[in-house]
């Protein structure tokens, strides 16, 4: 199983930007699929996490408003759209799958639970 995260960068505050998970190795079918963020110093944390099945979405509630997550599904591939970033965004952003046996928000508010890991893309935010 492996995961590509893409798409990061240096971008200034107020702008946006698209990150891209692609999965290989595995269909994303009947997976819990999350991105995560981890700040200098911070503990990893939740952005947005989608059922690729379904399309469900769930955003935990600080995340809720500038963070949109999609899929495609003949791409085998989850999207992340941040709109006006701002530096406190700062950070890599990972994606990760997990089981939908505990329900897609435990997913999402427990990084721990995920059980693969891509190895994340840098987002910078500055002027």
């Known amino acids: 199983v492996q995961l590509q995260a893409s798409g990061g960068g240096l971008v200034q505050p107020g702008g946006s930007l698209r990150l891209s998970c692609t999965a290989s190795?595995?269909?994303?079918?009947?997976?819990?699929v999350g991105w995560f963020r981890q700040a200098p110093g911070k503990e990893r944390e939740g952005v947005s996490c989608i059922n690729y099945t379904t399309g469900s979405t769930y955003y935990p509630y600080s995340k809720k408003g500038r963070f949109t997550i999609s899929r495609d599904n003949d791409k085998n591939t989850v999207y992340l759209e941040i709109n006006d970033l701002k530096p406190e965004d700062t950070a890599v952003y990972y994606c990760a799958i997990g089981g939908l046996d505990y329900g897609l928000g435990i997913r999402c508010e427990r990084p721990s639970g995920m059980d693969y890991w891509g190895k994340g893309t840098q987002v910078t935010v500055s002027s």
């Open positions: 190795g595995v269909y994303l079918d009947y997976y819990a």
